[in-house]
């Protein structure tokens, strides 16, 4: 995320000198910051996924790891913005917000209770 507001960065702001000049540059460096936010959204599915799959036999229980499944098919689909139009980026957003949203409380909730009266998932 870092680099692509460098690139964006450099739309506006001119570092040693160095401008944005021609549209062929500005093109470039449109496309790859759109480029960059693609594959920090693909990147951002896979981790989600990932997470699902440790969350699975642990202590959240197959609907959270569900839940992380879905989400994570929302964000890959998310990194298509200019296929799916706003609104349905705007529904894949929320739902990966919502993921964290979720999958935050619920960690937030297991450290309430205390490594003593935490509660081992069946094998």
Same mark, same amino acid.
């Given at each position: 995320?870092?680099? /692509?507001?460098?690139?964006?960065?450099?739309?506006?702001?001119? #570092?040693?000198?160095?401008? /944005?000049?021609?549209?062929?540059?500005?093109?470039?460096?449109? &496309?790859?910051?759109?480029?960059?936010?693609?594959?920090?959204?693909?990147?951002?599915?896979?981790?989600?996924?990932?997470?699902?799959?440790?969350?699975? *036999?642990? /202590?959240?229980?197959? *609907?959270?790891?569900?839940?992380?499944?879905?989400?994570?098919?929302? &964000?890959?689909?998310?990194?298509?913005?200019?296929?799916?139009?706003? *609104?349905?980026?705007?529904?894949?957003?929320? /739902?990966?917000? #919502?993921?964290?949203?979720?999958?935050?409380?619920?960690?937030?909730?297991?450290?309430?209770?205390?490594?003593? *009266?935490?509660?081992? &998932?069946?094998?």
């Amino acid at each position: 995320m870092a680099f /692509v507001a460098i690139v964006h960065g450099r739309l506006v702001y001119p #570092v040693y000198g160095i401008r /944005v000049r021609t549209a062929d540059i500005a093109a470039f460096l449109v &496309a790859l910051y759109y480029g960059g936010l693609h594959a920090i959204s693909l990147l951002l599915a896979s981790a989600i996924v990932l997470l699902a799959l440790a969350m699975r *036999r642990g /202590v959240y229980g197959k *609907r959270m790891a569900n839940f992380g499944f879905v989400t994570g098919a929302f &964000a890959v689909v998310g990194g298509y913005p200019y296929a799916i139009g706003p *609104r349905m980026t705007l529904v894949c957003e929320a /739902v990966v917000a #919502v993921w964290f949203v979720v999958a935050g409380a619920a960690l937030y909730k297991l450290g309430q209770s205390g490594p003593g *009266r935490m509660v081992r &998932a069946a094998a």
